[in-house]
């Protein structure tokens, strides 16, 4: 009999597989390995378990074994994380090793020093190849030619002559070490107390969840530095989520000037090769920190010490397609299997971490005040009565004050959560609508790219003069405002300003986006309109004015979390407001200013907003009182959706769990996909997971191009 082992292969299947280990190759569970699957080489992990026997003819031999290996509690987590989000082990499995070049060994760097003496034709260009190139130095032959400004031609003819020989280098380190015992800021006894209380568990180790709660600018950075120092210490590698890649230019910057170096960035705007080095110098040790985005909580760390959830209340966290997960969830999981303390950090805590925090799950650390300026005066401004003219969005008492403060030097930020110019187009003779052809969206006029846009696939068309349904002209009208549209009426009320506009989509790449923030850092612009983007996190010293143009935009929906969102929407933003080196002021516009909402913002009574939230989900047992699921069936043909949905609700297994629904999901097509959903609501002490499958198990199997997407406790509700 060969010896077997299980593998846990990289594929969308339930199950592990057996593989016979080839004669010489010694494996141990957690080993990464190539082994053939169907007509493919595929990655997969030696995972635990009897490998069940399998026919000698039928069984396949591992292919090989590659560099990468993941501990027990890696293991446990991929495990855990699969079993929770109804997701196949393989397709969590998929996430950790998605970059397979970290998995080969380093490639060497290869450089060129000197080795002979100088060729017997010395050109111009090759003295100053030579003259570049200390006694001793090696430089890649890149960097050589470059600092030599010669062609790299010049450089291969000086190896053939002898005088050059290529040695390999070792790769420079990615990061240097950060240096936790650097002096950090003198802190307010407040914040020192927090910093203590945060600090002894991060060095001593073992499961706690901590939620830092403090108003905007109370530092709570600075304070979970503290705890990113004891753990450093302590010889632990240490995680800093943070919601959004945009916001970590500012953060990088921060970490730097607090430890001496930057953590290691974790996004998808990385490249390949820096991903690569991350990895594995997460998984050797080589990397101590890491800052980056809810996927770098499935790095193969070492031995990780502390993951701090920054602005944890964040949606952005939530991944809302493959593996759908929280990550601000699943780090606390990630916590509690490794051992560690988990910080979350937010101004605006999620309603559940704060009830969790209300019942002694987590332990509830608070900054009550800001460090440097007063929280900002906040106003609400009433649309019915206080609003603009017909066509404007601005109200005269926010334009009175962007006058008065920018009059001054300081600087004022709009904030409205639509990119584009306006959200739909209609044609006034006819009374057409632009609609997606793939999407039950409108389409949202781009002007600037002088184009119509489909914010859920993507769809883009040019504006056409005429209506395309009656052919008249000039009768194509814009309703309602988008970024763009605000920014043309700041500009035409105030010609002399400087209007800068902050959306991901008028960005061209990251690096560019970083600058647009520093441009409004360093008081280089005047005005500032912006979408959710400017809600998390910045600190804009200059600003002093704050308007929200249309406050009430996220309170229309029907979804379950529009109240929280709004909230901590509003409260984030308006907070963005006197940070730095002026007092400030906010204007909140709405058309519905006695909302619970709007009265909680304009009052700062939050911890009053939360208990009404609280009482409120705890009358309809909505989280965190009772579990909530989504699931939702789709296909190319609306029928083919509605008979799998049909079939799904006859199999609905029997018990405590009310089960609503199908009906068509609020976007009823994407991506001309029809889309009909189930709302799963269930008992707080019920397995959630383990519903569904018995659910899934008992309906048919979607055939053909249905698919059933399981969504655990959703954010959105689309
Ligand atoms: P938060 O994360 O709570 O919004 P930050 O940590 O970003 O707050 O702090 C807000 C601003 O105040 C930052 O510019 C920060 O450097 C500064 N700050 C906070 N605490 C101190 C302190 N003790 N000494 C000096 N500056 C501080
Ligand atoms: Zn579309």
């Avoid at 490998?51 to 890696?74: N, Q, S």
Wanted: glycine share 8%.
């Amino acid at each position: 009999m060969p010896r077997t082992v299980n593998v846990l292969v990289t594929v969308a299947l339930e199950r592990t597989y057996t593989y016979a280990v080839p004669d010489g190759l010694s494996l141990r569970v957690g080993d990464v390995v190539v082994v053939p699957f169907g007509p493919r080489l595929m990655l997969g992990v030696v995972w635990e378990g009897v490998p069940e026997p399998i026919d000698g003819k039928k069984l396949k031999a591992v292919e090989r074994k590659l560099d990468g290996h993941l501990d027990a509690t890696m293991r446990r987590f991929v495990s855990w994380v699969a079993d929770y989000t109804v997701t196949p082990p393989g397709q969590v499995l998929r996430m950790v090793l998605r970059v397979p070049g970290a998995l080969l060994p380093e490639k060497p760097v290869l450089a060129l020093r000197l080795a002979g003496p100088p060729p017997d034709r010395l050109t111009e260009a090759r003295r100053r190849v030579l003259d570049v190139l200390g006694h001793g130095e090696a430089r890649t032959k890149a960097a050589l030619a470059e600092a030599a400004r010669v062609s790299t031609s010049v450089v291969d003819g000086l190896v053939e002559a002898g005088t050059l020989r290529q040695v390999e280098l070792p790769p420079e380190p990615l990061v240097p070490p950060p240096d936790p015992d650097r002096p950090h800021k003198a802190l307010t006894e407040s914040q020192e107390e927090a910093a203590e209380a945060l600090s002894g568990p991060a060095a001593e180790g073992g499961f706690e969840v901590t939620l830092l709660e403090g108003v905007t600018g109370s530092g709570k950075t600075e304070v979970y530095f503290e705890a990113v120092a004891a753990a450093l210490k302590a010889g632990r590698q240490v995680l800093v989520l943070v919601p959004e890649i945009s916001l970590t230019g500012q953060f990088l910057e921060r970490f730097e000037a607090r430890f001496g170096a930057r953590p290691a960035e974790w996004h998808s705007d990385a490249t390949p090769k820096a991903r690569e080095r991350t990895w594995r110098g997460v998984a050797s040790g080589e990397v101590r920190a890491v800052a980056g985005a809810r996927s770098a909580l499935f790095l193969p760390f070492r031995e990780l010490g502390l993951i701090v959830v920054d602005e944890e209340h964040d949606p952005a966290y939530k991944q809302e397609d493959g593996v759908i997960y929280n990550a601000r969830d699943m780090a606390v999981v990630r916590g509690m299997l490794s051992e560690i303390p988990v910080v979350l950090s937010s101004a605006t805590p999620s309603v559940e971490s704060r009830a969790n925090a209300q019942k002694g799950r987590y332990r509830h650390i608070t900054l009550h005040e800001r460090f440097a300026m007063p929280m900002p005066d906040i106003t609400a401004i009433d649309m019915r009565t206080e609003g603009p003219e017909r066509g404007r969005w601005l109200a005269p008492a926010l334009v009175k004050a962007i006058a008065e403060e920018t009059g001054h030097g300081r600087q004022a930020l709009l904030f409205l959560n639509r990119r584009g110019y306006a959200p739909l187009t209609l044609c006034r003779k006819c009374g057409y609508r632009f609609e997606c052809p793939n999407c039950s969206a409108w389409l949202v006029e781009h002007r600037f790219r002088g184009t119509l846009a489909c914010h859920h696939c993507g769809f883009e068309t040019g504006r056409p003069d005429k209506c395309p349904n009656c052919a008249a002209e000039h009768s194509l009208v814009p309703c309602g405002p988008g970024v763009e549209r605000v920014a043309e009426e700041a500009m035409s009320l105030f010609p002399d300003r400087r209007v800068l506009i902050l959306s991901s989509d008028v960005v061209a790449s990251l690096a560019d986006l970083r600058e647009r923030f520093a441009v409004v850092e360093r008081g280089e612009a005047d005005i500032v309109i912006g979408t959710q983007l400017v809600a998390k996190g910045h600190n804009f010293p200059h600003l002093s004015v704050v308007g929200v143009v249309d406050a009430d935009l996220g309170l229309a929906s029907a979804d379950p979390r529009a109240a929280e969102r709004t909230f901590q929407l509003l409260q984030q933003v308006t907070g963005r407001a006197g940070r730095g080196l002026h007092e400030g002021r906010a204007f909140v516009q709405t058309f519905e200013p006695s909302h619970p909402v709007m009265a909680a913002i304009v009052s700062g009574d939050k911890d009053g907003f939360y208990e009404r939230e609280l009482e409120a989900r705890a009358r309809q047992g909505l989280p965190p009182f009772g579990r909530l699921a989504a699931l939702v069936v789709s296909a190319n043909a609306r029928e083919q959706a509605v008979a799998h949905a049909k079939a799904m609700a006859l199999a609905v297994p029997s018990g405590d769990v009310r089960v609503l629904g199908p009906a068509d999901a609020p976007l009823a097509v994407i991506r001309g996909r029809h889309r009909l959903r189930f709302l799963v609501k269930a008992p707080r002490g019920l397995d959630m997971a383990a519903f569904i499958r018995a659910w899934l198990s008992a309906s048919p199997k979607p055939a053909g191009n249905v698919r059933v997407s399981v969504d655990i406790d959703p954010v959105s509700f689309l």
